[in-house]
T-cell receptor, first 112, second 114 residues
Framework: SQQGEEDPQALSIQEGENATMNCSYKTSINNLQWYRQNSGRGLVHLILIRSNEREKHSGRLRVTLDTSKKSSSLLITASRAADTASYFC????????????FGTGTRLLVSP | DSGVTQTPKHLITATGQRVTLRCSPRSGDLSVYWYQQSLDQGLQFLIQYYNGEERAKGNILERFSAQQFPDLHSELNLSSLELGDSALYFCASNLGGGVGNEQFFGPGTRLTVL
């Protein structure tokens, strides 16, 4: 079973617009990670935010985490056609060795 | 390129058969993770090995087993295959050791069971 639910399931925008994806999860976490997957390929790590952090930036990416609401959001600014992919949040609840639990994913389509 | 390799890329087999998927982690990584991605179940964690030992287990069926060898490569064995086992199987690796950090994913093996 999946820990996270992502919203929206699919998002279609124009190049230059911002894209926001939301992730909700069920249990307490140590950290939350966002991954990107191009069609049928392996996942690529984008950003990790720890449970004691509220916001993190990496290039055009901004991630927020609200542990009281058990939710996170990923904002991609000034989107490009190359950002077209599926985006997954993954929660890591274990204190010891990792056991990532992935959300359902958001399919992002950026049109030129 | 993540540095994680998986073979084969594609595998087509029949129900009831047994297959072995292979994963070589990034140089220096001690942990290997296996995931299954299917349309109905999404991306599911199966099992993790750290330096040859099993460390965490997820939704792995009893028909499935894995191991990590002394050279740190890992194999996932799937037996008595069913149609529902058709999926993308990914392995990922990282240094491991209990510190939460990113995982590096291989390109996956697409398994089709006919």
């Amino acid at each position: 079973s999946q820990q996270g639910e992502e919203d929206p399931q699919a998002l279609s925008i124009q190049e230059g617009e911002n894209a926001t994806m939301n992730c909700s999860y069920k249990t307490s976490i140590n950290n939350l990670q966002w991954y990107r997957q191009n069609s049928g390929r392996g996942l690529v790590h984008l950003i990790l935010i720890r449970s004691n952090e509220r916001e993190k930036h990496s290039g055009r990416l901004r991630v927020t985490l609200d542990t009281s609401k058990k939710s996170s959001s990923l904002l991609i600014t000034a989107s490009r056609a190359a950002d077209t992919a599926s985006y997954f949040c993954a929660t890591d609840a274990r204190a010891g060795f990792q056991k990532l639990v992935f959300g359902t994913g958001t399919r992002l389509l950026v049109s030129p | 390129d993540s540095g994680v390799t998986q073979t084969p890329k594609h595998l087509i087999t029949a129900t009831g058969q047994r297959v072995t998927l292979r994963c070589s982690p990034r140089s220096g990584d001690l942990s290997v993770y296996w995931y299954q991605q299917s349309l109905d179940q999404g991306l599911q964690f199966l099992i993790q090995y750290y330096n040859g030992e099993e460390r965490a287990k997820g939704n792995i069926l009893e028909r499935f087993s894995a191991q990590q060898f002394p050279d740190l490569h890992s194999e996932l064995n799937l037996s008595s295959l069913e149609l529902g086992d058709s999926a993308l199987y990914f392995c990922a690796s990282n240094l491991g050791g209990g510190v939460g950090n990113e995982q590096f994913f291989g390109p996956g093996t697409r398994l089709t069971v006919l």
